[in-house]
């Protein structure tokens, strides 16, 4: 399975670009659970090379982003297997492996509920993960919320980013 439009609009909603300069590029920023590491520049993108000061065009934000998905969509393939997977529920996967790590979904108790068939337990799994650094932030369980939304079948991305933004 590859990532479709949703999957693509959720990370990106979620996610933004970042600060921009006054130059307009794109400014590295401190992960909001920690205020420290992991630094974060564009779309969600952390590793080697990104640190405090890190500073991105838009077109390289866009190209990391792309190849990010990529292998986050692979490894979620990976993780998922045989299962019978909706489209829905493999963008929900690959959203919740993008912010929270594959190694997060392959051990957690969702893509255990979610291989076994039981689709209404591992959608109520996805709301449990809404804390960074013990501490639960608002952020994260709208995020969680709206993949919970998308594994359970809905299909508008636009409503879903909506609630989101508390129906604005």
């Known amino acids: 399975m590859t990532p479709s439009q949703n999957a693509e609009r959720l990370i990106k909603h979620c996610e933004g670009c970042g600060q921009r300069t006054s130059t307009g590029t794109l400014r590295s920023y401190p992960d909001p659970g920690t205020g420290g590491a992991p630094w974060t520049i564009g779309y969600g993108s952390t590793g080697p090379g990104i ?3 890190t500073e991105w065009t ?3 934000a866009d190209a990391r982003f792309t190849q990010d998905l990529t292998e986050f969509a692979a490894k979620v393939q990976e993780a998922v297997g045989s299962s019978d997977t909706t489209q829905g529920q493999f963008d929900a996967l690959v959203d919740f492996a993008y912010n929270l790590g594959v190694e997060n979904l392959s051990s957690s108790t969702l893509l255990r509920k979610h291989k076994a068939g039981d689709f209404t337990g591992a959608k109520a ?3 449990k993960w809404n804390k960074a650094a ?3 932030l608002p952020g994260l369980t ?5 993949e919970a939304a998308l594994y359970g079948g809905a299909t508008d991305i636009n409503s879903i980013i909506q609630q989101m933004e508390g129906g604005r």
């Open 51 to 53: 640190g405090r000061g």
């Open 58 to 60: 838009q077109a390289q």
């Open 125 to 127: 799994e996805f709301a």
């Open 134 to 136: 013990g501490k639960v």
């Open 142 to 146: 709208k995020r969680r919320a709206a």
